[in-house]
């Protein structure tokens, strides 16, 4: 879908992109990294907007260099900055730019009714954009990424503004432009936290350089870690405790630390399993102990984690503290620089 090779971008007083060579394939793509990192600069280059300083990129098999109309009728592009008209309705602005990507009339009407519904605008895409919530306005701008059916889209942080419930519909909305239409995805963010469930690939950018490109499983592995939580009962007033005695009687290594569980429950114990007997172990013991299994869970690394356990060692990375009773927040920031 994309192909950049030692791709650089220079400004006078700073370079924007640094040599990046990216081969990105069909399916929904994050490009992650802290405000100024060069998402914005990449989504340019690639659409044929801006030039590069050196290097290639090629989109859909076309040169940026010299292809940037034909590139621009196969792909769709959600500006990052608010740039939508106040006076005219939802309806006649994806109309609009329907027609600007050569639709007909009454195909343009029909894609823009299908693309606002499939988007989640109803009766409000009559009234004017003006009036809109920060949410709407997003769901106009994808809307017009993808009425003229593109092969790709570019979306430069959709998700930007929104409040976490926002978020999220954003990221299922965007996930569903790959699962249900089969159309391509590249979209930045600064969140490392959000691309965990809406992409299949992740690329990690850093002051314009590459820091990784891997596959969302790669980033997120299982781990061999079981995190465990029991009720408290009558006969165990702390269950935990009488749970770690237990395991670590029966054989079973458990980490020395325990993590905090949601406000109200117990503790949580982390342990190295090893292979399908330990979980049959820990049912057992906990059956014996006549206490409630709260969870079982395997662990998985968080991009954040993987992300700051390979930074350079100068470069200052978010402190990850997701835990369980963080569930629901906004997902980690990457720092600016
Ligand atoms: N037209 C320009 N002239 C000079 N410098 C620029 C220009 N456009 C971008 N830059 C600089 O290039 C760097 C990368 O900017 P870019 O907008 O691509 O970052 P970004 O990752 O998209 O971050 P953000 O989300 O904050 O826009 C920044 O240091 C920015 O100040």
New binding site residues.
């Given amino acids: 879908m994309i192909a950049t090779e030692s791709l650089s ?1 220079r ?7 640094d040599r990046l060579s990216l081969d990105i394939g069909p399916g929904v793509t994050g490009l992650v ?12 280059i690639l659409l044929g907007l ?1 030039p590069a300083t050196e290097g290639r990129a090629e989109v859909l098999g076309l040169d940026v260099a010299t292809s940037g109309g034909a590139i621009r009728e196969r792909v769709g592009y959600m500006p ?1 900055h608010d740039c939508l008209p106040a006076d005219v309705s939802a309806t006649e602005f994806v109309v609009h730019m329907a027609r600007m990507s050569g639709l007909p009339p009454t195909a343009a009407r029909e894609r823009t009714a299908d693309t606002l519904r499939h988007v989640g605008l109803y009766e409000e895409r009559y009234r004017p954009i003006g009036g809109y919530s920060t949410g709407m306005k997003q769901r106009v701008k994808l809307a017009q990424a993808l009425v003229h059916d593109p092969k790709l889209v570019l979306l ?2 959709p998700t ?1 503004g929104l409040d976490p419930v926002g978020r999220d519909e954003m990221l299922g909305l965007i996930r569903r432009v790959w699962t249900d239409f089969g159309i391509s995805v590249l979209v ?1 963010s ?1 969140l490392l936290g959000e691309l965990e469930r809406t992409c299949d690939h992740v690329v990690v ?1 850093d002051g ?1 350089r590459l820091l990784r490109s891997s596959s969302t499983s790669d980033f997120t592995q299982a781990t061999a870690t079981l995190a465990i939580e029991v009720t408290d009962t009558d006969a165990h007033p702390d269950g935990t405790k009488a749970l770690r005695e237990a395991l670590t009687a029966a054989g079973v290594a458990l980490h020395a630390g325990e993590e905090e569980g949601l406000p109200g429950a117990g503790h949580i114990l982390l342990l190295d399993a090893e292979g399908e007997e330990t979980y049959d172990i820990v049912r057992d013991t906990v059956a014996e102990l006549g206490l409630g299994l709260v969870r079982m869970e395997q662990r998985r690394h968080r991009i954040a984690e993987v992300f700051r356990a390979e930074a350079p060692a100068d470069a200052e990375r978010p402190a990850d503290t997701h835990r369980p009773a963080d569930a629901g927040r906004p997902a980690q920031e990457v720092q ?1 620089r």
């Fill in positions: 971008k400004f006078p007083r700073v370079t924007a992109l990294g802290a405000n100024g990192a060069g998402k914005s600069t990449m989504i340019k801006s990052e430069d942080e930007n930045t600064h950018i314009g600016s």
